[in-house]
C-alpha cells in the first residue's frame, strides 16, 4: 500500500511539474500580457433614443497599445465606426486632450467599456452622427480606481445636482444639454467577482488535495476553512490595491500576496497535518501544488473573464 502511494504521489507531483512548465513555454504571445487589467466602464442615461458614439480623449497622446493618429485598421468594415473615428480624430479640445483610437457605438448598449489600458486621466466625447454634433464633459475625469465606473447622465431643462456632481458641458454645434457625471463603483458586482474566485479557489485546492490523500471528511473541511480565510485576506488586499493603485503596483502587490497565502497555508497544513501518515507528500508540498495550481488558473482566465480574474 505504502509503495502504491508512493508511486500515486510521484505521478501526480509529475503531473503538476509537467503542466506548469507546458503552461509558461507553450502559451501562445497574446498570454505575455496576461492577468489582470485596468478598464473604465461608463453607463449612459438620458440617449435611448439617440445614435451616437463614445470614446475618452485622453490627456497623454498614448497609453498601451493606443496612441494619438491610430483609427480604425483597414480590415475595419463599418462605415459606421469609420465616420465616427474620422470625426473624433477631427475634434480639438480646448484643453488639448486626445482622440488615440478607441471607439464604441453605444446606441444600443448604453454602455463604453475601455477594458485595454484606459488612460489615466480623460474627457468623455460622444459623437452623434445624424446630427455631426459632439458633446464632452466640461471637467477632467480620472481612473480613480483599476476598475473605474462611472454614470453619465445627459438631460436638458433646470436639472438640479450638487455642484461636486456638476460636469456642464456645451457641443461644438451649440446644442445644450447638461451632463451629470458620477463615480459609480460596482460594489455589488465586486462581491459576485469575490465570491467567483473563492469558489474556484475552493474547487481547485480540493482536487489537489484529493490527489495528495487528504480525503477525509475533516481534512476537506479545514482546508476549505483555511481557504475561506486566506481569500477573504487576499482579496481584501487586492480590492485596496485595486481601488488606489495602479496596474503596475497592483500586478506587485499580487505575486507578493500570492507567496505571503501559500506561506500561511504551507505553515497551517503542517501544523494541521504533519500526523496523518495516509497523506501522499509533505503539506508543504500540497500547499505549493494547490497555490500554484489556482494562481495559473486565474491567470489563464483573466483573459476570457476579465471581469472577474
Known amino acids: 500500500m505504502c509503495e502504491r502511494a508512493a508511486w500515486i504521489q510521484k505521478k501526480w507531483m509529475g503531473f503538476i511539474l509537467l503542466t506548469t512548465v507546458l503552461f509558461f513555454c507553450i502559451s501562445p504571445a497574446v498570454f505575455a500580457d496576461t492577468g489582470p ?43 459606421g465606426i469609420i465616420e465616427a473615428s474620422r470625426a473624433f480624430s477631427g475634434y480639438k479640445d480646448e484643453d488639448g486632450f486626445h482622440f488615440i483610437g478607441y471607439l464604441e457605438n453605444c446606441s444600443d448598449s448604453q454602455q463604453f467599456v475601455w477594458g485595454y489600458y484606459p488612460p489615466q486621466h480623460f474627457k468623455i466625447l460622444l459623437y452623434f452622427p445624424d446630427t455631426k454634433e459632439f458633446l464632452v464633459s466640461a471637467q477632467t475625469c480620472e481612473r480613480y480606481a483599476f476598475d473605474s465606473y462611472y454614470k453619465v447622465s445627459v438631460g436638458g431643462g433646470d436639472m438640479q445636482v450638487p455642484q461636486e456632481e456638476e460636469m456642464a458641458s456645451e457641443s461644438a454645434s451649440n446644442r445644450k444639454a447638461q451632463v451629470v457625471v458620477k463615480r459609480n463603483y460596482q460594489y455589488g458586482w465586486e462581491l459576485v467577482n469575490f465570491a467567483a474566485r473563492v469558489v474556484l479557489t475552493i474547487l481547485l485546492e480540493l482536487l489537489a488535495a484529493l490527489a495528495f490523500g487528504y480525503r477525509r471528511k475533516w481534512q476537506l473541511g479545514f482546508i476549505m476553512t483555511v481557504n475561506v480565510l486566506t481569500q477573504l485576506f487576499l482579496n481584501l488586499a487586492l480590492n485596496l490595491g485595486n481601488y488606489y493603485s495602479g496596474e503596475r503596483f497592483f500586478v506587485f502587490l499580487y505575486v507578493c500576496l500570492e507567496l505571503v ?13 504533519k500526523k496523518q501518515p495516509e497523506t501522499m507528500g509533505h503539506p508543504v508540498c500540497y500547499a505549493l501544488a494547490a497555490n500554484l495550481l489556482s494562481f495559473l488558473a486565474g491567470m489563464w482566465l483573466a483573459d476570457f473573464i476579465p471581469g472577474i480574474f
Open 37 to 79: 487589467k485596468p478598464s473604465v466602464v461608463i453607463d449612459f442615461e438620458g440617449l435611448e433614443d439617440e445614435s451616437y458614439y463614445a470614446t475618452l480623449l485622453s490627456e497623454e497622446e498614448s497609453t498601451g497599445p493606443w496612441s494619438l493618429g491610430d483609427g480604425p485598421g483597414e480590415w475595419e468594415e463599418d462605415e
Open 261 to 273: 497565502v501559500f506561506g500561511m497555508e504551507a505553515a497551517v497544513y503542517t501544523w494541521k497535518f
